[in-house]
């Protein structure tokens, strides 16, 4: 059984300083890795996908993600933080299932960005 | 191209009503899911769809929960009776993944139902 844990319900940064977006997994599998983000009143948008290629993944909009198998870790991050970037963020594992391939969110974690 | 399209945006109803939401995802994708975010929670999957066939159900609560895509394309979800822990935001995702490739979800803005 797979599950994701994102170990931060909200982080605060100001506004040009880093962010890390913690999220650590767990899969029978090689599982595929998602992030997601959404922001209020919408759907959830695509960041960034990890698919067994290159561990560090460049998504959009600056940010990143690199896995880490020893660590059982896809962490997120972006090196200078923006208002717009203010949101909920979701990791995502993906792994065959009798179904399937079978996706399980994690918690999600508020990112607040300070003026 | 044209995202997926949900309605309504909102709904208010009283607890042992029914409601109805609409899902229509992009043209040609062939999975389509139902998920249900519970505020402060992540999304949890409903139902999800391959054409017109339900793929997994497992964790739609049948009693009071129905979906259906009768011709392959767009969706509804019902509750009947609606209950107050119910209120949550359902979101419809589609995808033009076979089911066991990875591409990703495409969502639509949810229908937030608030149960009174």
């Known amino acids: 059984a797979q599950s994701v844990t994102q170990l931060d319900s909200h982080v605060s940064v100001s506004e040009g300083t880093p962010v890390l977006l913690r999220c650590n997994y767990s899969?029978?599998?090689?599982?595929?890795l998602f992030w997601y983000v959404q922001h209020p009143n919408k759907g959830l948008q695509l960041l960034l996908k990890?698919?067994?290629?290159?561990?560090l993944v460049k998504g959009i909009n600056g940010f990143e993600a690199e896995f880490k198998k020893s660590e059982t870790s896809f962490h997120l991050t972006k090196p200078s933080a923006h208002m717009s970037d203010a949101a909920e963020y979701f990791c995502?594992?993906?792994?065959?299932?009798?179904?399937?391939?079978?996706?399980?969110f994690g918690g999600g974690t508020r990112l607040m960005v300070k003026p | 191209e044209a995202g997926v399209a949900q309605s309504p945006r909102y709904k208010i109803i009283e607890k042992r009503q029914s409601v109805a939401f609409w899902c229509n995802p992009i043209s040609g994708h062939a999975t389509l899911y139902w998920y249900q975010q519970i505020l402060g929670q992540g999304p949890k999957l409903l139902i999800q769809?391959?054409?017109?066939?339900?793929?997994?159900d497992s964790q739609l609560p049948k009693d009071r929960f129905s979906a259906e895509r009768l011709k392959g394309v767009d969706s509804t979800l019902k509750i009947q009776p609606a209950k107050l822990e119910d209120s949550a935001v359902y979101l419809c995702?589609?995808?033009?993944?076979?089911?066991?490739?990875?591409?990703?979800?495409?969502f639509g803005n949810g229908t937030r139902l608030t149960v009174t």
């Open positions: 769809f391959q054409n017109n066939g339900v793929v997994d």
């Open positions: 995502v594992v993906s792994e065959p299932g009798n179904a399937g391939n079978m996706l399980t």
């Open positions: 899969s029978s599998y090689s599982p595929s």
């Open positions: 990890y698919t067994s290629a290159a561990t």
């Open positions: 995702a589609s995808s033009s993944r076979s089911r066991f490739d990875n591409s990703p979800l495409h």
